[in-house]
C-alpha cells in the first residue's frame, strides 16, 4: 500500500462523508433546531424564573421539582454537552490543515471541489460549535456579547465543567460589562468617553479570560487509561507493523510504570488495531463506518475494474508488504466475499503483491452498485460492467447484444488508458471519433423497457 494511495483514499473518504454530512445537515436541520428549541425553552422555563444564575446543583434540583423527575434524570437533561467532532479519529482543524495542504496539489475542478468540501467542513464545525454553547444553559442568555469573546473548543468545554455559582456569576458579569460598554459605544464619536469604553470592553475581555482559566487543563484532561490508549493507537499510525513491546518502550515514564506488552496487546484488542503475527497496524475508521465509500476510494487509487476478451467483469483491489497483507485481510472480512490471492512475487522484484479479487457477476454487481455513488474516478468503468452484467444475466438473444458487448470491450479500454499519452487506439481498433456514440448507446433504458410489461417488473 502507497503513501500516496492512503492519502489519496483518505480524502476521497473525507469528501464522501463532507458531501454525505452536507445533505443530511440539510435533511435534519429543520428536526433538530425544532426539537432542541423545545427542550431548551422546557429547562429554561424552569430554570430561569428568577434573574440570577445558579449553581448545578441548584439546576438539577430546581429542574427535578418542576418536571417531577428525580435528580439523576435532571442531571441527564442538562449534562448534554456534544462529544468531540472527530472525522478519521482527527479534529477538526486537524483535517482541514490536512485539506488544505492536499489542495495544493490539485488543479482546475478537483481543487474547487476540495475548496468546496474544506467551505463545508467548516459549516459543519461551526454549527458543532454553536450545539456545544446551546447545550451550556446558564449561558444562553449572553450570547450576543458571548460572541464577540476569544475562545475555542477547549473553553467550551471548561464553560461547561464550571459547577459553581460563584464562577458562572464572574463569567456572567464580565460579558454584561462588555455588553453594556458595546451599547453605550455605539453611534459615539471618538472622544475621551469613547475611549474609556474601550478600556471597560478590554477589561471586560480579560476578565472572562481569567474566570476561564480558574477551569484548570487537569481538570478537562483525559484519565490515565484514556491516555494510554491514544498513545497506543498514535504509535500504531505512525509506526506500523510495531510490536507490543516497541509501543511500550515508547511510552512516557507515567504510561510505562502503568503499562506492559500483555497489557498494552489486550488494550489493543479492544481498539480497531489488526494485528499479523505480534505486528499490529491500524485500519482506517471508514472501514467499519462506511465500507462501501473505502472500499470505492481504494479502488479508485490501488484497484482496477476492467473485463476479457471473453467479455468476464474483472473488479480487484491491490496491496503490497505486509501491512497490505492484513488490510486486504480486514478488507475481505469487512465485505464478506472475494478471492484473496496473497503472497504473490512481484515482476520487478519488490515486496509481495496482495490481491482482493472479484470474479462472480454477483460478486461484481453487489460491489460496484453499493459502491457506485462514492466512485470518483472509475464510476464509467462501473457503469459499463454494471450494463454488460445485466446484459448477459437476461438480453443474450437480442439483436443488439453482440454489437453492444464489442462497445463495452472499447469504451472500457478508453476508461483505463484515456490519460496514458501515446497509447496506440488503432491497434485496439478504437476510434476515438466514435466514443461519444458508443457513450450514447447504453442500453440500461432499452432493458428497463423490455423488463417491464404494463408498469410491472418482469423477474
Request: hydrophobic share 35%; charged share 30%; net charge positive.
Amino acid at each position: 500500500m502507497s503513501e500516496a494511495g492512503d492519502k489519496f483514499r483518505e480524502m476521497g473518504v473525507v469528501a464522501d462523508e463532507v458531501d454525505e454530512g452536507k445533505k443530511r445537515l440539510k435533511q435534519k436541520e429543520e428536526e433538530i433546531k425544532r426539537l432542541s428549541a423545545g427542550k431548551n425553552e422546557e429547562i429554561q422555563a424552569s430554570l430561569f424564573t428568577n434573574t440570577h444564575v445558579l449553581s448545578e446543583h441548584e439546576e438539577i434540583t430546581k429542574l427535578a421539582d418542576h418536571l417531577n423527575i428525580n435528580a439523576t434524570e435532571a442531571r441527564k437533561q442538562l449534562n448534554n454537552f456534544p462529544n468531540e467532532y472527530l472525522v478519521q479519529d482527527h479534529s477538526i482543524p486537524d483535517v482541514v490543515r490536512k485539506m488544505r495542504k492536499a489542495r495544493r496539489a490539485l488543479k482546475g475542478e478537483q481543487r474547487i471541489k476540495m475548496s468546496k468540501a474544506i467551505d463545508t467542513m467548516i459549516d459543519a464545525y461551526a454549527d458543532h460549535l454553536q450545539k456545544c454553547i446551546g447545550s451550556i444553559t446558564w449561558l444562553n442568555d449572553y450570547t450576543v456579547p458571548f460572541s464577540k469573546m476569544r475562545y475555542n473548543e477547549k473553553d467550551l468545554v471548561k464553560l461547561n465543567k464550571m459547577k459553581s455559582s460563584e464562577l458562572r456569576r464572574e463569567t456572567i458579569d464580565a460579558l454584561c460589562k462588555y455588553w453594556e460598554a458595546e451599547l453605550e459605544q455605539k453611534d459615539m464619536a471618538y472622544g475621551k468617553e469613547y475611549s474609556d469604553l474601550f478600556k471597560t470592553m478590554k477589561s471586560a475581555k480579560k476578565q472572562f479570560r481569567n474566570a476561564i482559566n480558574k477551569i484548570t487543563n487537569q481538570s478537562i484532561s483525559k484519565s490515565k487509561k484514556q491516555r494510554q490508549e491514544d498513545f497506543i493507537l498514535k504509535s500504531v499510525c505512525e509506526n506500523p507493523g510495531i510490536s507490543a513491546k516497541g509501543i511500550h518502550e515508547r511510552m512516557p515514564s507515567q504510561l510505562f510504570k502503568i503499562s506492559s506488552p500483555n497489557n498494552i496487546s489486550k488494550v489493543i484488542k479492544k481498539l480497531d488495531i489488526a494485528s499479523h503475527e505480534g505486528s499490529y497496524y491500524k485500519m482506517p475508521s471508514m472501514i467499519k463506518k462506511n465500507i462501501w465509500a473505502y472500499t470505492a476510494a481504494f479502488i479508485d487509487s490501488d484497484g482496477y475494474i476492467t473485463l476479457d476478451r471473453n467479455m468476464n467483469p474483472r473488479v480487484g483491489l491491490v496491496a503490497t508488504g505486509e501491512r497490505g497483507k492484513v488490510f486486504m485481510k480486514e478488507m475481505h472480512k469487512s465485505l464478506g466475499f472475494g478471492r484473496m490471492h496473497l503472497d504473490q512475487k512481484s515482476p520487478q522484484q519488490t515486496r509481495l503483491i496482495n490481491r482482493l479479487n472479484f470474479y462472480s457477476q454477483a460478486d461484481v454487481s453487489e460491489l460496484l452498485t453499493k459502491c457506485l455513488p462514492h466512485f470518483r474516478l472509475k464510476k464509467g468503468n462501473a457503469k459499463l460492467l454494471l450494463e454488460l452484467i445485466r446484459m448477459k444475466k437476461a438480453h443474450k438473444k437480442a439483436d443488439w447484444y453482440k454489437g453492444r458487448c464489442d462497445e463495452i470491450f472499447k469504451l472500457m479500454k478508453w476508461e483505463n488508458h484515456k490519460d496514458h499519452v501515446g497509447f496506440d487506439w488503432l491497434k485496439e481498433g478504437i476510434y476515438l471519433d466514435d466514443i461519444q456514440k458508443f457513450k450514447d448507446n447504453c442500453k440500461m433504458s432499452v432493458m428497463d423497457s423490455l423488463e417491464t410489461v404494463g408498469g410491472i417488473v418482469v423477474v
